[in-house]
């Protein structure tokens, strides 16, 4: 689960729908139009993996992804990336509470080293040194973020739900 889920992010995937189903599909509490701006697709697939799925990379397949040209809406992605990620380490715990804390303490030296300034990203193996400290700013803010947006998204998500609806 840290540094990042093993299998990547899943901007652009595909779903047998009875495998998604069946480990549960979509929390619409993660994700863009959310306040936890992303985690997902990253929810979806440890969810598949945890119930005996398979997840394949198909490196033939061709996207097309929009890079920001401007460093205050990379910023913002760098924020939103970070605070999905921790968004969806909340939706874990709260729906998987044994297994997800038997990982998160098992990571967590390493996740506590990530989160101090001045110690690079753990995360992604080390960057430049030039690399702008104010876009790892951005990433911790989001991450520090993410888990109480989380919570905000589920007490509105349960707010809107029509009576009788047991989700």
Known sequence: MYPLPNFGAGGNMAFRVDALRSAGGFDPCLGAGTRTHGGEETRALAL???AGGTILHWPAAITWHYHRREMDAL???FR????GLSAFFASM?????AATT????RVLPTAVAHARPGRGNRRIGGLPADFPKDLLRAGRRGFLQGAPAYLRERRRDRATEPPGNSG
Do not use: D, F, H
């Open 48 to 50: 598949v993996l945890r």
């Open 75 to 77: 910023r913002a992605q």
């Open 102 to 105: 038997r990982e998160l303490v």
């Open 80 to 83: 939103g990336y970070s605070a």
């Open 93 to 97: 715990l709260l729906t998987a509470p």
